[in-house]
């Protein structure tokens, strides 16, 4: 099991960026792939992005397409979550989540399919 501690979110203005950070611990964040959820209050959490173990291969929602960036600092053992171009309907609570590197890569979307998940940090975009 990894333990995993998102930070970064915040208030910030339409149009703004925020860098959200997920630090792992107990594992090396190269024995999983990695995804980014957000959830807003009676919604079910929604995929934002993924990594795979090595960090050689992104996908990304259409929401996200073009804005974010996810990546990944194997020294640091942590993952990232770059948002750019922020609006209000990206306010909701951002969660990363990890599941082991054996499972199928074509399974990211699937938050049935992560094992492990941070408590997430609230994003606020104002307009």
């Known amino acids: 099991q990894v333990q995993l501690v998102e ?3 915040g208030l910030v203005q339409a149009g703004g960026s925020l860098r959200l950070s997920c630090l792992a611990s107990g594992h090396t964040i190269r024995l999983y792939h990695w995804g980014w959820f957000r959830q807003v209050p009676g919604k079910e959490r929604e995929f934002v992005a993924a990594i795979n173990w090595s960090g050689t291969t992104t996908t990304y929602a259409n929401i996200a397409k073009g804005r974010f960036t996810i990546s990944d600092d194997n020294a640091k053992n942590t993952l990232y979550l770059q948002m750019n171009g922020l609006k ?3 306010t909701g609570v951002y969660y990363c989540a990890a599941r082991e ?4 890569w074509n399974s990211y979307l699937n938050p049935d399919d992560y094992t492990d998940w941070g408590q997430g940090t609230l994003v606020t975009v104002k307009a």
């Open 101 to 104: 590197n054996d499972r199928p």
């Open 88 to 90: 209000p309907d990206d």
């Open 7 to 9: 930070s970064g979110g």
